[in-house]
């Protein structure tokens, strides 16, 4: 995280902590707790120069999570809930809770549970959870302070940035539709067609070989160079499709989304 959202979060943490407990002081259901933090949260992302938007009521294994804010399991609770000490069943319910959803989102999103944080509020208090190893740091309740709201601020502010690993995003980001799947596509393509390098003519030959196994694309190379799908994408990579080779598209193509899916793991 910048360091000027750092400061941003150290700026904003007492006005929050004022607003959290005043909301949390006006009583009433999870549900009312929940949607005035949402609101409140979502606008000391905008002043971070984030767009915080939660997906609330996500689905796990062990029920639903009130809040995703990607790599940030935020659980809300009723205020009033959570005690001064984590040694009561209340407590632990609640910690439980979150560490649930924590591994759930993990395993669902197909990321390590470390590099998630859970937080649960009531607004009175925060408790923080972590995945250490094999095992958990649980902390005991923070009531809620300038000091203990900035260390959520910062929390939510670093967990917050960057696009969460999931299929959608991912798709929407590095989808061939996309201008760098395209502008990536067409450089390998280009420099694979121009090159005369053995190495690179014998890794296009086994790739050709073992493709062919796999799909029998000699069948239909030739013929799905005709087709408007085709055509079109080879347009938006910037090549004639009159000349475009389907083999050497289909290896460039390969060839980024394997760099990609490197890259990822």
Do not use: C
């Not at 959202?5 to 009433?28: H, M, S």
């Not at 990607?70 to 009561?88: A, C, D, Q, T």
Request: a positive charge; glycine letters at 6%.
């Amino acid at each position: 995280m910048s360091v000027e959202v750092e400061a941003i979060a150290a700026e904003q943490a007492r006005g929050v902590a004022v607003e959290l407990l005043r909301i949390a002081k006006r009583g009433g259901t999870e549900a009312d707790f929940r949607r005035e933090a949402a609101r409140l949260l979502e606008e000391a992302g905008a002043r971070a120069g984030l767009t915080i938007v939660p997906r609330d009521e996500f689905s796990v294994a062990r029920g639903r999570v009130d809040s995703v804010y990607n790599r940030l399991v935020l659980e809300y609770k009723r205020p009033g809930v959570i005690r001064e000490s984590n040694e009561g069943a209340r407590n632990q319910d609640v910690i439980q809770q979150v560490k649930d959803y924590i591994l759930d989102v993990a395993k669902r999103e197909r990321r390590e549970a470390q590099r998630l944080a859970g937080v649960a509020t009531d607004g009175f208090f925060f408790i923080f959870v972590r995945r250490v190893g094999e095992g958990w740091s649980v902390d005991e309740p923070a009531p809620v302070n300038p000091a203990s709201t900035e260390r959520f601020l910062r929390l939510l502010f670093s967990l917050s940035a960057g696009a969460a690993l999931v299929p959608e995003n991912l798709v929407e980001d590095f989808g061939p539709r996309t201008l760098r799947a395209q502008r990536a596509v067409r450089a390998l393509y280009t420099a694979l067609h121009a090159s005369k390098h053995p190495l690179v003519i014998k890794l296009f030959e086994q790739w050709r070989l073992f493709f062919s196994e796999a799909t029998d694309y000699k069948e239909w190379a030739e013929r799905i160079e005709s087709k408007e799908e085709f055509r079109s994408f080879v347009k938006g990579m910037g090549l004639d499709p009159k000349y475009a080779e389907a083999p050497k598209v289909f290896f460039a193509l390969h060839t980024y989304y394997a760099l990609l899916i490197k890259l990822i793991n």
